[in-house]
C-alpha cells in the first residue's frame, strides 16, 4: 500500500511539471502559446515567425538561436496579457506605426505584474517596450534600436513605464528613439548600467518617487538626463557628455542626491531650475559651453565637492540675491585667481562665477583672448571692490584650490574623440 501511494505521489509530481514546448521553422507559435499551461516553457527555434502574439498566461518564451518576431507592421508584435511571463532570446521587430494605439514590440498591459524581458533584440518598432500599471518588471540586456529614419516627434520611446513601482531596469542599449527611457508616475525603480544615445532625451522622468539612477551613460543625445516633478531621487555615478543641450536637467525637484556623476562636454552641464533641498556633491563639470545654468529660485541645495574645469561659462545665474555654494570639502572653480596664503587647500578670497569679467566675455567672447592680461584681472579685482558694478551671483567663500578628480582631462574634448 505504501508503495502504491509513492508511486502515485511520484506520477501526480511528474504531471505537475512544467513542460517544454518546441517551435520550429515554418511552425506557429500562437496555437502553442494558447495550449501551454502555467509555468510552462515555449522554446523557439532560429527562424522567421510571424507576431501580433499574446501571451495570456504565466508561460516563458524563449528563442534558441535568436529567431525573429515580425510584427509585420501592423500593431504590436507581442502583447502581454498575464502575470510572471518571461521573454527571453528573441529578435521582435517591426511593430505599427500608431502612436494613438502606442503600437510596441513588446506591449506589457495592466495586471502584467513581474514581467522578465531580458536578452532580447527588439528593433524597427515603433515603441521598443510599453510597460503600462505592471509592477516590478525587470528588463536587462536588451537591445533596443528604433525606426531611424523617422523624425523624432514620430519616433516612439525606448521603454516606457507608466503608472508602475518597482521596477529594474538594467544594462540596457537604447538608441535611435525619441526618449531612450521615458518614466511617468513609477515609483521605487532602479536604472542601472544602461546606454542611451542618439535620441531626444537619454532618460526622460515625469512625477516619479524614491528612483535610483546610477551607472547609466547618456551620451549623444538632445538632453542626456531630465528629472521633472520629481523627489527623493538618487542620481549617481552616471555619465552625461555630447549631448547638445543639456547633460543633466534638474527641474522642480526636492529631497535628492546628484553625487559622482560626470557631465561633460554639453551645451549645458547642469540646467537647474526650481530646485530645493537637494543635495549636489562630488560631480565634474568639466568642458560644456555653460557649467551650470541656475535659475527660479533654485536655493537651499547643498552644492560641495564638486570641481567645475574648463567650462566657458561656469555658471550663468538668473536670481534677484547672491546664492552661497561651498562646504567642509570646498568646490574646485579652475577660473578661481585667488590665492591660498596658509596652505589649508582652500583659498583666501572669495570665488565669484559671474564677476564683471565674466558679464564682458558673455556679451563680447573675443574678449576670451585677453583673460590672461594683467588690464583684465586688474578689472576683475575693480569689481570685486565696487559692489555697484556687480550682480548677483552664485558665491563661494573659500573654494578649494586643487581637483579632486585627477583624471579630469580624459574628459576634454570628449565627444569629438569617440564615433558617433
Request: net charge neutral; hydrophobic share 35%; glycine share 10%.
Amino acid at each position: 500500500m505504501k508503495r502504491l501511494l509513492a508511486v502515485m505521489a511520484l506520477a501526480l509530481g511528474c504531471s505537475a511539471q512544467a513542460a517544454t514546448w518546441t517551435v520550429r521553422p515554418g511552425e506557429a507559435i500562437q496555437p502553442v502559446l494558447d495550449r501551454a499551461a502555467a509555468g510552462d516553457v515555449v522554446e523557439v527555434h532560429s527562424g522567421k515567425f510571424p507576431g501580433n502574439l499574446v501571451i495570456a498566461r504565466p508561460v516563458t518564451l524563449r528563442g534558441i538561436g535568436k529567431p525573429t518576431i515580425s510584427g509585420g507592421m501592423q500593431g504590436d508584435t507581442i502583447r502581454v496579457k498575464s502575470a510572471d511571463v518571461t521573454i527571453e532570446g528573441l529578435i521582435v521587430r517591426d511593430s505599427g506605426d500608431s502612436l494613438l494605439d502606442q503600437n510596441a514590440g513588446i506591449y506589457i498591459t495592466p495586471g502584467s505584474h513581474r514581467a522578465v524581458i531580458r536578452r532580447n533584440d527588439l528593433v524597427y518598432n515603433l515603441f521598443g517596450l510599453w510597460i503600462e500599471k505592471a509592477n516590478d518588471v525587470r528588463v536587462e540586456d536588451n537591445l533596443i534600436v528604433g525606426k531611424r529614419e523617422y523624425s523624432s516627434s514620430q519616433r516612439g520611446n525606448g521603454i516606457q513605464l507608466y503608472n508602475t513601482t518597482g521596477a529594474r531596469i538594467e544594462r540596457n542599449h537604447i538608441s535611435f528613439v525619441r526618449d531612450a527611457l521615458y518614466v511617468d508616475v513609477s515609483h521605487d525603480a532602479i536604472f542601472r548600467g544602461n546606454r542611451l544615445h542618439h535620441s531626444r532625451y537619454g532618460t526622460h522622468y515625469m512625477n516619479s518617487y524614491r528612483n535610483l539612477w546610477e551607472d547609466n551613460d547618456s551620451y549623444l543625445n538632445r538632453g542626456g538626463l531630465a528629472l521633472m516633478e520629481v523627489r527623493d531621487q538618487v542620481v549617481r555615478n552616471n555619465r552625461a557628455w555630447g549631448n547638445s543641450d543639456h547633460g543633466i536637467m534638474l527641474r522642480t525637484l526636492q529631497d535628492s542626491r546628484i553625487e559622482n556623476n560626470v557631465v561633460a562636454g554639453n551645451a549645458r552641464g547642469f540646467f537647474i531650475y526650481d530646485v530645493e533641498y537637494a543635495s549636489l556633491t562630488g560631480n565634474l563639470i568639466v568642458d560644456n559651453r555653460v557649467g551650470v545654468h541656475l535659475s527660479a529660485g533654485s536655493t537651499r541645495n547643498q552644492v560641495d565637492g564638486n570641481d567645475f574645469i574648463g567650462n566657458r561659462e561656469q555658471v550663468r545665474y538668473v536670481g534677484s540675491k547672491d546664492e552661497t555654494w561651498g562646504g567642509p570639502q570646498g568646490n574646485y572653480w579652475s577660473n578661481y585667481l585667488g590665492w591660498d596664503r596658509d596652505g589649508n587647500g582652500r583659498g583666501d578670497v572669495r570665488y565669484e562665477a559671474n564677476d564683471l569679467v565674466d558679464r564682458l566675455v558673455w556679451r563680447h567672447p573675443a574678449a576670451r583672448l585677453l583673460l590672461a592680461s594683467p588690464a583684465v584681472q586688474a578689472l576683475r579685482l575693480v569689481s570685486q571692490q565696487f559692489p555697484v558694478l556687480r550682480v548677483p551671483s552664485v558665491v563661494e567663500p573659500g573654494p578649494r584650490m586643487t581637483p579632486a578628480h585627477k583624471t579630469w582631462s580624459d574628459w576634454n574634448e570628449r565627444q569629438h574623440a569617440l564615433p558617433h
